[in-house]
């Protein structure tokens, strides 16, 4: 069975930091690109990072970049999101995403909220 497990989210003032981790299983972890993606309240659901687990090349939204950093740690399975400079419009619930043929895998989110 396959299962993305995020952790990580919270509460932090804007300008800090947090980490997020997405933790797979149930496939093989090194052949799949993961990506994470936000939703904000009343807003679309939108494309934050990916990375290539085979060669880790990165893709960043550029409303992100300079900010974020996606890494991954193959011998956990686990991708990571390091979120600073953290700003109130990056208020969301955060999904870890991972396509595997035709079929869409999620997380189930975690929330992170950024106070003014």
């Known amino acids: 069975e396959v299962q993305l497990v995020e952790s990580g989210g919270g509460l932090v003032q804007a300008g800090g930091s947090l980490r997020l981790s997405c933790a797979a299983s149930?496939?093989?972890?090194?052949?799949?690109?993961i990506s994470w993606f936000r939703q904000a309240p009343g807003k679309e659901r939108e494309g934050v990072s990916c990375?290539?687990?085979?060669?880790?090349?990165?893709y960043y939204a550029d409303s992100v970049k300079g900010r974020f950093a996606i890494s991954s740690d193959n011998a956990k399975n686990t991708v990571y999101l390091q979120m600073n400079s953290l700003k109130p419009e990056d208020t969301a619930v955060y999904y870890c995403?991972?396509?595997?043929?035709?079929?869409?895998?999620w997380g189930q989110g975690t929330q992170v909220t950024v106070s003014s």
């Open positions: 995403h991972a396509r595997l043929g035709y079929l869409n895998y």
């Open positions: 149930g496939f093989t972890f090194d052949d799949h690109d």
């Open positions: 990375i290539s687990s085979s060669d880790g090349r990165t």
